[in-house]
């Protein structure tokens, strides 16, 4: 069980707390005099490439890597006032104070016209998912019974924001390590509401959906079963969860961790599946950290299916990726795949594999 | 006018010299001992995501910033044999040492199945690209005719990989600066003969294909009329050539560079439109380069027609692009863009296009 409270910050914006056991005081109030959020981003759409761009304007001044001490996914303490008036916590969601998509873009931003020029408010919702009060831990290290927490409130953010007029896809993904960009250290998520079908999810979308028509059956289970058949990509299986390098893997070491049963978001998890998730997601998360003498950065995203469309031919699963492509050597998005969206990965997927299984 | 040369390096690669005028002694031979280069590069293919990726697992132990006097792309002198057996050159290219996608790799890397390990050879070229002998320039810094040299070996080298069998994409394009990951300091840019059509330019072809079907008219050139008549998002224009933002910009200062008259690709350029070019991408990069105190890292690639489809719809343009969104910050490309292909910009394109005018 997870116990979830709700709070309202200065500025109006939302928090809330998911504890591991009932009867945590989380009653602090914010004494903070923040001004009101303002968001003005739109999206817009290019004819030519067949995709939405986000233009937030607004977020150039946002926080960029304060000092430790300034920390504001820490609890508030000390007099020291955070974006967490509690003085201590499990997992607390908020919404970001600097957010690229918020309900009330729609207000701020008219669509300013049609072809060429398509455009529409930045209207959706971008969260903050602090993983634990411990400023100086990583996912990778909390406890199987804390980590579920994690998932449990990612699961009830995933129902609440999938309910948000405008919102057509929920997205929870980590990125973690200064070499992606990660301007706040404190062990933190992040989940975006779309107001469209980002355009990767809307491939496969589309791609599972066309097998199911055409064969009845389900694109992912079919792919795991021959994976888990040919066996070379595979980093480990439990009950609920398969743990593998894909076949045609963009990144140096990439893994993805798909749910045995045919299961469409995190919202639909059994109990067991959820416990189940906590460990396999904590054991593919340590073998990252195993590759190299340091941590690894890595991007971490779930698949999850789009709110409106697509649910039923939808398999969930998560993807973990790190750019580090050898000790102190980065794979970075150059011409090929930044101007062309050809990924070169100098690392074959099975060689991946057999380093994440530990051979 | 250009003149060639070609060349053959120990190793059998070719190597071909683009020289500003006639005449210039470019006999010198390769005295290297080098081992035939191996390529066992594979093209795989996601069916869930519905995308190609290079799978180049030959390439990990390919130079990594190897110190100045080391250069594999300065001329060879004093008996250190570089790439370039000439003690001196204007333009020279040649083929990649360690190439993601080469000819041979055919025979070595047979089609292993399939649907769903659906994968090829990584059949196809990679060229490097020297834009001058001068160690310590950079493209923006080259001379309007030392640049049109460049562009002829760019449109002489896009004609000759057309030919190639299996090649279906040619794309031109340089990484510069570090904070992309380049590995080697000395102005140069690359070529990839793919051997499928990259999918953001499929996407852009199929555009540009339905738009024409129902308009019996091209995509950009209306894109381009339009944009001219908005004129908040234009740079410059020139005779032949027009410099904007793209209304729906992903990075933070990004431009294209659009013919004016509906053509395809750099071979079919005029002569007129070649020397306009020079100076109109020498003016673009310089724009790009006066945004920040120190040399903007960029990334620069030429949208080129497929080679075998959709050369009717087809409108060449050019675009460049940075990562960095304000002087010692960089955009990353993290869990939206990584994860999900969407892009968060934080730069307004109008805003981006008053900077790069100088407003």
């Avoid at 150039?60 to 000092?67: A, D, H, N, W």
């Avoid at 908020?94 to 016209?113: D, M, Q």
């Amino acid at each position: 069980m997870t116990y979830r409270q709700h709070h309202t910050l200065a500025d109006g914006r939302d928090l809330f707390y998911y504890d591991l056991d009932p009867g945590s005081d989380r009653s602090a109030t914010d004494q903070r005099e923040l001004p009101e959020t303002a968001t003005s981003s739109q999206i817009r759409w290019d004819p030519l490439f067949q995709e939405w761009a986000v233009i937030a304007g607004h977020r150039q001044s946002r926080t960029y890597k304060p000092p430790v001490d300034l920390c504001p996914l820490c609890p508030s303490r000390d007099g020291k006032a955070t974006e967490i008036p509690a003085p201590d916590y499990d997992v607390a969601v908020f919404e970001n104070r600097f957010p690229s998509l918020a309900t009330e873009a729609a207000e701020a931003v008219p669509t300013v016209g049609a072809f060429p020029f398509r455009s529409g408010p930045g209207t959706g919702r971008c969260e903050v998912v602090c993983f634990t009060s411990d400023h100086d831990t990583s996912f990778a290290q909390l406890s199987p019974r804390h980590a579920r927490t994690v998932i449990d409130a990612l699961a009830d953010r995933t129902t609440e924001l999938s309910r948000l007029p405008g919102v057509e896809y929920v997205f929870c993904f980590e990125n973690r390590g200064e070499e992606i960009g990660v301007t706040l250290s404190h062990p933190h998520g992040q989940i975006y509401g779309y107001p469209f079908v980002p355009p990767r999810m809307l491939r496969a979308a589309e791609a599972a959906a066309a097998y199911r028509d055409e064969h009845s059956a389900c694109l992912r289970c079919e792919l795991l079963r021959q994976e888990v058949e040919a066996g070379d990509r595979v980093i480990s299986r439990s009950e609920h969860w398969t743990a593998l390098v894909p076949f045609a893997a963009r990144w140096p070491y990439e893994a993805r961790l798909i749910a045995n049963r045919h299961v469409a978001s995190l919202a639909e998890l059994t109990d067991d599946e959820r416990t189940d998730l906590a460990g396999s997601y904590l054991d593919l998360l340590r073998r990252f950290d195993r590759l190299f003498d340091t941590p690894t950065p890595y991007i971490a995203g779930w698949h999850q299916a789009p709110v409106r469309q697509y649910a039923d031919s939808w398999h969930l699963g998560c993807e973990v990726f790190t750019i580090r492509r050898a000790a102190g050597k980065l794979k970075y998005l150059a011409g090929s795949e930044s101007g062309a969206a050809v990924w070169i990965n100098d690392i074959t997927p099975e060689n991946a594999a057999a380093r994440l299984r530990g051979d």
